[in-house]
Protein backbone atom coordinates (compact mmCIF):
# COMPACT_ATOMS: atom_id res chain seq x y z
CA UNK A 1 0.00 0.00 0.00
CA UNK A 2 2.92 2.42 1.18
CA UNK A 3 4.81 1.64 -1.93
CA UNK A 4 1.75 2.11 -4.27
CA UNK A 5 1.30 6.01 -2.53
CA UNK A 6 4.72 7.09 -3.54
CA UNK A 7 4.57 5.08 -7.29
CA UNK A 8 1.15 7.48 -7.37
CA UNK A 9 3.19 10.61 -6.32
CA UNK A 10 5.95 10.00 -8.45
CA UNK A 11 3.90 9.35 -11.14
CA UNK A 12 2.06 12.62 -10.64
CA UNK A 13 5.10 14.09 -10.09
CA UNK A 14 6.86 13.28 -13.47
CA UNK A 15 3.96 14.20 -15.09
CA UNK A 16 4.00 18.10 -13.84
CA UNK A 17 8.06 18.28 -14.92
CA UNK A 18 7.66 16.43 -18.53
CA UNK A 19 5.02 18.97 -19.01
CA UNK A 20 7.60 21.56 -17.27
CA UNK A 21 10.16 20.06 -19.92
CA UNK A 22 8.15 20.63 -22.84
CA UNK A 23 7.09 24.47 -21.42
CA UNK A 24 10.65 25.11 -21.59
CA UNK A 25 11.43 24.34 -25.39
CA UNK A 26 8.54 26.07 -26.64
CA UNK A 27 10.33 29.74 -24.83
CA UNK A 28 12.45 30.49 -27.42
CA UNK A 29 15.81 32.47 -26.99
CA UNK A 30 15.67 36.20 -28.02
CA UNK A 31 18.14 37.08 -30.72
CA UNK A 32 19.07 41.20 -30.16
CA UNK A 33 19.01 43.03 -33.50
CA UNK A 34 20.80 46.19 -34.15
CA UNK A 35 18.67 48.60 -33.31
CA UNK A 36 19.03 52.15 -31.74
CA UNK A 37 18.01 52.62 -28.17
CA UNK A 38 14.61 53.76 -27.80
CA UNK A 39 13.36 52.85 -24.00
CA UNK A 40 14.12 54.93 -21.19
CA UNK A 41 14.23 52.61 -17.90
CA UNK A 42 14.45 53.59 -13.71
CA UNK A 43 15.81 51.03 -12.17
CA UNK A 44 15.42 50.98 -8.69
CA UNK A 45 17.15 48.90 -5.84
CA UNK A 46 15.75 48.47 -2.46
CA UNK A 47 18.82 47.70 0.43
CA UNK A 48 19.33 47.23 4.02
CA UNK A 49 22.70 46.91 5.37
CA UNK A 50 24.69 45.56 1.70
CA UNK A 51 27.94 47.86 2.78
CA UNK A 52 29.61 44.60 1.24
CA UNK A 53 27.29 44.20 -2.20
CA UNK A 54 26.49 47.77 -2.99
CA UNK A 55 29.75 48.85 -4.70
CA UNK A 56 30.07 45.91 -7.10
CA UNK A 57 26.10 46.56 -7.57
CA UNK A 58 26.48 50.27 -8.56
CA UNK A 59 29.82 49.68 -10.51
CA UNK A 60 28.06 47.71 -12.52
CA UNK A 61 25.31 50.15 -13.39
CA UNK A 62 27.98 52.95 -14.09
CA UNK A 63 29.26 50.39 -17.04
CA UNK A 64 26.11 49.42 -18.70
CA UNK A 65 26.30 49.59 -22.39
CA UNK A 66 23.20 52.05 -22.69
CA UNK A 67 22.68 56.17 -23.20
CA UNK A 68 23.08 57.47 -19.36
CA UNK A 69 20.61 60.07 -20.27
CA UNK A 70 17.79 57.49 -20.81
CA UNK A 71 18.59 56.14 -17.44
CA UNK A 72 17.38 57.19 -14.04
CA UNK A 73 18.36 55.14 -10.68
CA UNK A 74 16.30 55.52 -7.34
CA UNK A 75 17.99 53.69 -4.39
CA UNK A 76 15.37 53.43 -1.57
CA UNK A 77 17.38 52.56 1.93
CA UNK A 78 15.49 50.51 4.20
CA UNK A 79 16.87 52.08 7.54
CA UNK A 80 20.86 50.34 7.07
CA UNK A 81 22.68 50.87 10.06
CA UNK A 82 26.06 50.25 8.34
CA UNK A 83 27.86 52.25 5.57
CA UNK A 84 25.34 51.49 2.68
CA UNK A 85 24.28 54.94 2.83
CA UNK A 86 27.60 56.20 2.59
CA UNK A 87 28.36 54.12 -0.23
CA UNK A 88 25.52 55.63 -2.06
CA UNK A 89 26.50 58.88 -1.59
CA UNK A 90 29.96 58.57 -2.26
CA UNK A 91 28.83 56.64 -5.82
CA UNK A 92 26.23 59.45 -6.97
CA UNK A 93 29.10 62.11 -6.13
CA UNK A 94 31.75 60.13 -8.53
CA UNK A 95 28.88 59.49 -11.39
CA UNK A 96 27.18 63.20 -11.14
CA UNK A 97 26.21 62.76 -15.10
CA UNK A 98 24.12 60.12 -13.76
CA UNK A 99 20.64 61.09 -12.56
CA UNK A 100 20.26 58.86 -9.24
CA UNK A 101 18.17 59.81 -6.30
CA UNK A 102 18.40 58.10 -2.74
CA UNK A 103 15.66 57.78 -0.58
CA UNK A 104 15.09 56.23 2.55
CA UNK A 105 12.22 53.82 3.02
CA UNK A 106 8.53 54.28 4.97
CA UNK A 107 6.83 51.69 6.20
CA UNK A 108 3.49 51.58 5.19
CA UNK A 109 2.72 47.74 5.21
CA UNK A 110 3.90 44.54 5.96
CA UNK A 111 6.51 44.36 3.26
CA UNK A 112 9.53 46.35 3.74
CA UNK A 113 10.31 45.75 0.18
CA UNK A 114 7.01 46.64 -1.62
CA UNK A 115 7.03 49.72 0.79
CA UNK A 116 10.57 50.44 -1.02
CA UNK A 117 9.38 49.85 -4.76
CA UNK A 118 6.27 51.76 -3.44
CA UNK A 119 8.04 54.85 -2.65
CA UNK A 120 10.03 55.22 -5.96
CA UNK A 121 6.98 54.11 -8.06
CA UNK A 122 6.10 58.09 -7.73
CA UNK A 123 8.51 59.67 -8.82
CA UNK A 124 10.26 57.55 -11.59
CA UNK A 125 10.23 59.69 -14.24
CA UNK A 126 10.16 56.56 -16.84
CA UNK A 127 7.56 54.35 -17.50
CA UNK A 128 9.76 51.56 -17.33
CA UNK A 129 10.91 50.59 -14.23
CA UNK A 130 13.20 47.58 -13.77
CA UNK A 131 14.05 46.18 -9.90
CA UNK A 132 17.04 44.48 -9.00
CA UNK A 133 18.66 43.65 -5.45
CA UNK A 134 22.05 45.07 -3.67
CA UNK A 135 23.73 41.77 -3.98
CA UNK A 136 23.75 41.71 -8.01
CA UNK A 137 25.66 42.02 -11.26
CA UNK A 138 24.20 43.55 -14.08
CA UNK A 139 25.25 42.47 -17.49
CA UNK A 140 26.60 45.26 -19.34
CA UNK A 141 23.91 44.77 -22.39
CA UNK A 142 21.10 44.22 -19.60
CA UNK A 143 19.23 47.40 -20.93
CA UNK A 144 20.38 46.76 -24.22
CA UNK A 145 18.53 43.54 -24.73
CA UNK A 146 15.28 44.50 -22.35
CA UNK A 147 14.79 47.75 -25.20
CA UNK A 148 15.58 45.47 -28.08
CA UNK A 149 12.63 42.85 -27.04
CA UNK A 150 10.75 45.61 -25.37
CA UNK A 151 10.65 47.68 -29.31
CA UNK A 152 10.07 43.91 -30.83
CA UNK A 153 7.71 42.42 -28.73
CA UNK A 154 5.87 45.55 -27.14
CA UNK A 155 5.00 43.67 -23.61
CA UNK A 156 4.37 45.41 -20.87
CA UNK A 157 5.44 43.02 -17.57
CA UNK A 158 8.86 41.01 -18.53
CA UNK A 159 10.73 38.51 -16.40
CA UNK A 160 14.63 38.15 -16.50
CA UNK A 161 16.64 35.06 -15.47
CA UNK A 162 18.92 34.88 -12.34
CA UNK A 163 21.31 32.93 -11.30
CA UNK A 164 24.47 32.43 -8.87
CA UNK A 165 27.66 33.85 -9.29
CA UNK A 166 29.00 30.77 -7.44
CA UNK A 167 32.49 29.84 -6.37
CA UNK A 168 33.66 26.37 -6.64
CA UNK A 169 32.64 24.64 -3.65
CA UNK A 170 29.96 21.88 -3.15
CA UNK A 171 27.75 24.66 -0.87
CA UNK A 172 27.71 26.77 -3.68
CA UNK A 173 27.12 24.59 -6.22
CA UNK A 174 24.01 22.75 -4.65
CA UNK A 175 22.52 26.33 -4.29
CA UNK A 176 23.48 27.31 -7.68
CA UNK A 177 21.16 23.33 -9.09
CA UNK A 178 18.57 24.90 -6.61
CA UNK A 179 18.09 27.94 -8.67
CA UNK A 180 18.53 26.40 -11.93
CA UNK A 181 15.50 24.64 -11.03
CA UNK A 182 13.22 27.53 -10.29
CA UNK A 183 14.54 29.11 -13.28
CA UNK A 184 13.90 26.08 -14.94
CA UNK A 185 10.24 25.90 -13.97
CA UNK A 186 9.90 29.66 -14.11
CA UNK A 187 11.04 29.20 -17.95
CA UNK A 188 8.46 25.80 -18.68
CA UNK A 189 5.63 27.62 -17.28
CA UNK A 190 5.53 30.20 -19.16
CA UNK A 191 6.17 27.97 -22.19
CA UNK A 192 2.62 26.67 -21.26
CA UNK A 193 0.82 29.27 -20.73
CA UNK A 194 0.72 29.16 -16.85
CA UNK A 195 3.37 31.63 -15.43
CA UNK A 196 3.58 32.11 -11.86
CA UNK A 197 7.33 32.27 -10.84
CA UNK A 198 9.82 35.42 -11.06
CA UNK A 199 12.86 36.89 -9.39
CA UNK A 200 12.65 40.57 -8.38
CA UNK A 201 15.75 40.53 -8.46
CA UNK A 202 15.12 40.89 -13.29
CA UNK A 203 11.63 41.99 -13.50
CA UNK A 204 10.69 45.21 -15.03
CA UNK A 205 6.93 46.54 -15.87
CA UNK A 206 5.23 49.86 -17.18
CA UNK A 207 3.90 52.76 -14.65
CA UNK A 208 1.10 52.63 -16.39
CA UNK A 209 0.83 48.81 -16.20
CA UNK A 210 1.65 48.74 -12.72
CA UNK A 211 -0.94 51.03 -11.43
CA UNK A 212 -3.15 48.98 -13.85
CA UNK A 213 -3.38 45.90 -11.73
CA UNK A 214 -3.05 48.10 -8.63
CA UNK A 215 0.52 47.99 -7.75
CA UNK A 216 0.62 45.69 -3.90
CA UNK A 217 -2.96 46.22 -3.50
CA UNK A 218 -3.84 43.62 -1.70
CA UNK A 219 -1.07 41.69 -1.53
CA UNK A 220 0.91 44.18 1.11
CA UNK A 221 0.30 41.55 3.60
CA UNK A 222 3.17 39.09 3.25
CA UNK A 223 7.10 40.06 3.83
CA UNK A 224 7.62 38.91 0.84
CA UNK A 225 6.14 38.51 -2.54
CA UNK A 226 6.95 41.99 -3.98
CA UNK A 227 7.78 39.98 -7.60
CA UNK A 228 5.74 36.46 -7.68
CA UNK A 229 2.06 37.85 -6.14
CA UNK A 230 2.66 40.95 -8.68
CA UNK A 231 3.59 38.65 -11.69
CA UNK A 232 0.49 36.61 -10.73
CA UNK A 233 -1.69 39.82 -10.77
CA UNK A 234 -0.67 40.85 -14.19
CA UNK A 235 -1.07 37.47 -15.28
CA UNK A 236 -4.90 37.13 -14.24
CA UNK A 237 -5.05 40.86 -15.71
CA UNK A 238 -3.65 41.09 -18.79
CA UNK A 239 -1.29 37.42 -19.52
CA UNK A 240 -0.30 38.48 -22.81
CA UNK A 241 1.63 41.84 -22.03
CA UNK A 242 3.21 39.34 -19.50
CA UNK A 243 6.50 37.61 -21.14
CA UNK A 244 9.75 36.13 -20.36
CA UNK A 245 12.79 37.35 -21.67
CA UNK A 246 15.51 33.75 -22.24
CA UNK A 247 19.06 35.51 -23.59
CA UNK A 248 21.70 35.72 -21.64
CA UNK A 249 22.38 38.99 -22.04
CA UNK A 250 19.46 39.75 -20.11
CA UNK A 251 20.90 37.76 -17.10
CA UNK A 252 21.34 39.18 -13.69
CA UNK A 253 23.66 37.39 -11.66
CA UNK A 254 23.58 36.90 -7.45
CA UNK A 255 25.26 36.28 -4.63
CA UNK A 256 25.33 32.58 -2.99
CA UNK A 257 24.86 32.29 0.85
CA UNK A 258 28.15 31.19 2.70
CA UNK A 259 26.00 30.38 6.21
CA UNK A 260 23.88 27.12 6.09
CA UNK A 261 21.48 29.12 8.65
CA UNK A 262 21.18 32.33 6.17
CA UNK A 263 20.40 29.85 3.15
CA UNK A 264 17.56 28.13 5.23
CA UNK A 265 15.80 31.33 6.08
CA UNK A 266 15.94 32.48 2.64
CA UNK A 267 14.70 28.83 1.48
CA UNK A 268 12.41 29.55 3.69
CA UNK A 269 11.20 33.11 2.72
CA UNK A 270 10.38 32.22 -0.73
CA UNK A 271 8.69 28.95 0.05
CA UNK A 272 6.25 30.94 2.59
CA UNK A 273 5.21 33.07 -0.63
CA UNK A 274 3.80 29.77 -2.07
CA UNK A 275 0.50 29.91 0.70
CA UNK A 276 -0.26 33.13 -0.61
CA UNK A 277 -0.72 31.68 -4.69
CA UNK A 278 -3.65 32.99 -6.62
CA UNK A 279 -2.48 30.27 -9.43
CA UNK A 280 -4.10 26.42 -8.60
CA UNK A 281 -1.74 25.02 -10.86
CA UNK A 282 1.37 27.32 -8.96
CA UNK A 283 -0.32 25.41 -5.81
CA UNK A 284 -0.51 22.32 -7.01
CA UNK A 285 2.76 22.26 -8.14
CA UNK A 286 3.97 23.02 -4.80
CA UNK A 287 1.90 20.75 -2.63
CA UNK A 288 3.07 17.47 -5.33
CA UNK A 289 7.13 19.02 -5.14
CA UNK A 290 6.85 18.81 -1.59
CA UNK A 291 4.66 15.78 -1.45
CA UNK A 292 7.55 14.35 -3.53
CA UNK A 293 10.52 15.20 -1.37
CA UNK A 294 8.76 14.13 1.80
CA UNK A 295 7.97 11.11 0.24
CA UNK A 296 11.69 9.84 -0.23
CA UNK A 297 12.14 11.12 3.78
CA UNK A 298 10.09 8.85 4.63
CA UNK A 299 11.13 6.08 2.89
CA UNK A 300 14.63 6.49 3.83
CA UNK A 301 12.75 5.81 7.80
CA UNK A 302 11.08 2.97 6.52
CA UNK A 303 14.06 1.80 5.40
CA UNK A 304 16.04 2.14 8.21
CA UNK A 305 12.96 0.39 10.44
CA UNK A 306 12.25 -2.49 7.85
CA UNK A 307 8.92 -1.55 6.55
CA UNK A 308 9.37 -1.31 2.91
CA UNK A 309 12.05 -2.88 0.12
CA UNK A 310 14.41 -1.23 -0.65
CA UNK A 311 14.24 -1.25 -4.15
CA UNK A 312 11.06 0.41 -4.35
CA UNK A 313 12.79 3.40 -2.35
CA UNK A 314 15.74 3.40 -5.35
CA UNK A 315 12.73 3.11 -7.97
CA UNK A 316 11.62 6.23 -6.89
CA UNK A 317 15.07 8.04 -6.55
CA UNK A 318 16.21 7.37 -9.42
CA UNK A 319 13.08 8.09 -11.43
CA UNK A 320 12.93 11.57 -9.88
CA UNK A 321 17.07 12.14 -10.27
CA UNK A 322 16.31 11.75 -14.11
CA UNK A 323 13.59 14.10 -14.56
CA UNK A 324 15.43 16.69 -12.54
CA UNK A 325 18.27 16.04 -14.45
CA UNK A 326 16.43 16.51 -17.61
CA UNK A 327 15.29 19.97 -16.49
CA UNK A 328 18.64 20.78 -14.65
CA UNK A 329 20.11 19.97 -18.02
CA UNK A 330 18.23 22.31 -19.96
CA UNK A 331 18.08 25.27 -17.55
CA UNK A 332 22.15 24.70 -17.04
CA UNK A 333 22.47 24.78 -21.29
CA UNK A 334 21.15 28.29 -21.45
CA UNK A 335 22.13 29.66 -18.05
CA UNK A 336 25.84 28.34 -18.33
CA UNK A 337 26.49 26.27 -21.49
CA UNK A 338 28.95 24.66 -19.54
CA UNK A 339 29.51 21.11 -18.40
CA UNK A 340 27.07 19.73 -15.99
CA UNK A 341 26.48 17.32 -13.07
CA UNK A 342 24.48 16.43 -10.49
CA UNK A 343 26.38 15.22 -7.24
CA UNK A 344 24.60 12.03 -5.89
CA UNK A 345 25.19 13.69 -2.87
CA UNK A 346 23.03 16.67 -3.61
CA UNK A 347 20.24 14.51 -4.92
CA UNK A 348 20.16 12.91 -1.67
CA UNK A 349 20.55 15.61 0.67
CA UNK A 350 17.88 18.24 -1.13
CA UNK A 351 14.85 15.94 -0.58
CA UNK A 352 15.27 16.71 3.09
CA UNK A 353 16.90 20.15 3.36
CA UNK A 354 13.63 20.98 0.66
CA UNK A 355 11.11 19.34 2.87
CA UNK A 356 12.36 20.72 6.27
CA UNK A 357 12.06 24.60 4.02
CA UNK A 358 8.62 23.26 3.06
CA UNK A 359 7.39 21.98 6.26
CA UNK A 360 8.50 25.21 8.36
CA UNK A 361 7.57 27.52 6.04
CA UNK A 362 4.06 26.76 6.71
CA UNK A 363 4.31 26.97 10.51
CA UNK A 364 7.47 29.10 11.67
CA UNK A 365 8.67 32.11 11.30
CA UNK A 366 11.85 33.77 9.49
CA UNK A 367 14.87 35.80 10.04
CA UNK A 368 15.93 38.37 7.50
CA UNK A 369 18.48 40.92 6.98
CA UNK A 370 18.26 41.82 11.12
CA UNK A 371 14.14 41.29 11.28
CA UNK A 372 11.47 38.67 12.11
CA UNK A 373 8.83 37.59 10.06
CA UNK A 374 5.99 35.55 9.83
CA UNK A 375 4.59 33.61 7.09
Known amino acids: MIALLFCAILLIYVALIVQLIFGFNKVKSFE????TPKTAFTIVVPFRNEAKNLPTLLESISNLNYPHKMI???????????????????????????????????????SPKKDAIGRAMPIAKHDWVVTTDADCILNKNWLLTFDNYIQNNNPEMIVGTVMYKAKNNWFHHFQQLDLMSLQGVTIGSFGIGKPFMCNGANFGYTKKFFYEIGGFGGISDTASGDD???????????????????????????????????????????????????????KFLAVVVLLMNFSLVVGCWLLVVGKIDWRVVL??????YIIDYTLLYKSNSYLRNGKFF??????????????????????????????????
Open 228 to 282: VFLLQKAVNTNPDKVHYLKNTDSIVKTRPENDLFKLFMQRVRWAGKSTGYKSSYA
Open 32 to 35: VTDL
Open 315 to 320: FVFGVK
Open 72 to 110: EIILVDDFSTDNSERICIQWRMKYEHLDTTLLENLHLSY
Open 342 to 375: VPIASSVIYPFFSSLVGIYSLFGSFRWKGRKFSN
